[in-house]
């Protein structure tokens, strides 16, 4: 493979790289493509410096030999489509955010992480910065979405409507953690033009 392909994945609001879906695509990854990098950092508390985390791992990294894919569910879809259009490069958006800046509104305050155990403040300026980071027009065709329309948190016909002209998948019924993920995990690697040498 003359150029290398890299594959970030970006988990959700309160989550982490040990979430079931992060550790799934992990494992799907390394096993039918195992080289590909695979990249599933644990985000930073604030849209600031997830952005910085993510924009200084994939510039430390991307000369011209370098080809960057992009996997987020949830809120983790929000910086997936910033990052897809800062680099022109395929996202995958699982049951995305698309204006969480509205959402977690009601969320302002103390937040523990309940995987990390990190205690942390939403405040106005979160807000703020996660306003900033919204994508009004986007690159139709580097979205794969996939929602479920049994979604609890999220409003699914909300990313219908913002990525109408996009690729979309829309699985009645599940919740907001995508019941059975992994069986999708072969129509990702497709859209990243990905196919395993064997099974």
Same mark, same amino acid.
């Given at each position: 493979?003359s150029?290398?392909?890299?594959?970030?994945?970006i988990?959700?609001?309160n989550s982490s790289p040990?979430s079931?879906?992060a550790? !799934?695509?992990?494992?799907y990854?390394?096993e039918?493509f195992p080289?590909?990098s695979?990249f599933?950092p644990? !985000? $930073? #508390?604030?849209p600031? $410096?997830?952005?910085?985390?993510?924009?200084?791992l994939?510039d /430390?990294?991307?000369?011209?030999?370098?080809i960057?894919?992009?996997?987020?569910s949830?809120?983790?879809g929000?910086f /997936?489509?910033?990052?897809?259009?800062?680099y022109?490069?395929? $996202?995958v958006l699982?049951?995305?955010?698309v204006?969480?800046f509205? !959402?977690?509104?009601?969320?302002?305050?103390?937040?523990?992480?309940?995987?990390t155990?990190?205690?942390?403040y939403?405040?106005?300026?979160?807000i703020?910065?996660?306003?900033s980071?919204e994508?009004?027009f986007? #690159?139709?065709?580097?979205? !794969?979405?996939?929602?479920?329309t049994?979604?609890e948190?999220?409003?699914?016909?909300k990313a219908?409507?913002?990525?109408?002209?996009?690729q979309?998948?829309?699985?009645?019924g599940?919740d907001h953690s995508?019941?059975?993920? #992994?069986?999708?995990?072969p129509?990702? $690697?497709m859209?990243?033009n990905?196919y395993?040498? /064997?099974?």
């Amino acid at each position: 493979m003359s150029k290398q392909i890299n594959i970030l994945y970006i988990h959700g609001f309160n989550s982490s790289p040990q979430s079931m879906k992060a550790q !799934l695509t992990k494992h799907y990854f390394n096993e039918h493509f195992p080289e590909v990098s695979f990249f599933s950092p644990q !985000l $930073a #508390s604030s849209p600031t $410096a997830v952005i910085k985390q993510l924009t200084t791992l994939i510039d /430390s990294k991307n000369d011209r030999e370098n080809i960057w894919y992009f996997i987020g569910s949830s809120l983790g879809g929000y910086f /997936s489509t910033y990052l897809s259009e800062k680099y022109q490069g395929k $996202a995958v958006l699982i049951n995305p955010a698309v204006k969480p800046f509205e !959402l977690l509104v009601d969320y302002l305050g103390e937040q523990t992480n309940p995987y990390t155990q990190e205690v942390y403040y939403i405040e106005k300026h979160f807000i703020e910065s996660l306003k900033s980071l919204e994508q009004q027009f986007i #690159s139709k065709n580097n979205y !794969l979405v996939m929602v479920q329309t049994g979604d609890e948190v999220l409003d699914y016909q909300k990313a219908v409507d913002k990525y109408c002209d996009c690729q979309i998948i829309v699985q009645q019924g599940g919740d907001h953690s995508f019941i059975d993920y #992994s069986k999708v995990l072969p129509k990702i $690697a497709m859209f990243f033009n990905l196919y395993p040498t /064997s099974q």
